[in-house]
Every structure is written in structure tokens, then in C-alpha cells.
């Protein structure tokens, strides 16, 4: 991957995210989330469905979804649809899934993800006080 790029482990899956120097973000592979969070065989189909399913709820997540070239598992670079973590967390809790939540917390608990501040400011003021605490010895 490229240095911008990066795997990270969700119970042990992997969920490829890119890095955007100029916007200071984070972008997630949204069908390696769908994959991780239902345990499908067609995450591409789930997600999909689920663009549909959202769309017709008068959820608007098209213009807030990206695509990043990104290594696939056969180390080809593929075109895949990619969100920043406010817009990985709404698909999230759009999916009934007994991992969302504790993908959630996750989410919230990488560092540069400001949605954790604003989601769980407490387990967010905790994670910063136990790193404070690390750091300073």
C-alpha cells in the first residue's frame, strides 16, 4: 500500500483507510466495513442494497461517499467507494449488526477521530487521560 494508506484490525479483520494530508482525515474502505460487520460473502451487493435501502429513506450519504484506488487482497489497486469517519459511522448505524456498536467504539477510540469526542466524550476523556498518564509517567 502506499504510505498514505494503511491496514488496521477490527477482530482480526482487516479495514484498509487512506490518510488525506491536506483535509487531515481519515477515509475507510466502506465494503471492508460491510464485510467486517456482517460476515457477508458479497459485501459489494450489501452495500449496494443498502445505498438503495438509504436512498429511498431520503438519506443522503452519495455526495459524502468518495472513491480512493486501494490494494486489494490480490495486490491489484481497485477504485473503491470510501468515507470519511462521521459518514463510516451513519453507514454503520445503518447496519443491524451485534459488532456496530463495539465497531463504534472502535472508530472512536482511532487516534484523529474527532467523532469519538463528540459521540463518547467520556470514553474520549478517559483515552486521553490514560495516554497523559502513559506519557508522563
Known sequence: MKKESKIILFKDKQIRRHWDKEKEIWYFSIIDIIETLTQTDRPRKYWNDLKIKLKKEGN?????????????????????????????????????????????????????SDIGKLIFPHFF???????????TG
Open 60 to 112: 443522503e450519504l452519495s455526495g459524502k461517499i468518495g472513491q480512493l484506488k486501494m490494494q486489494s487482497s490480490d495486490g491489484k489497486y481497485y477504485f473503491t467507494d470510501v468515507a470519511d469517519t462521521e459518514t463510516t459511522l451513519r453507514i454503520v448505524q445503518s447496519i443491524p449488526s451485534p459488532n456496530a456498536e463495539p465497531f463504534k467504539l472502535w472508530l472512536a477510540h482511532l487516534p484523529t
Open 125 to 135: 476523556l478517559v483515552f486521553v487521560c490514560e495516554h497523559f498518564i502513559i506519557y
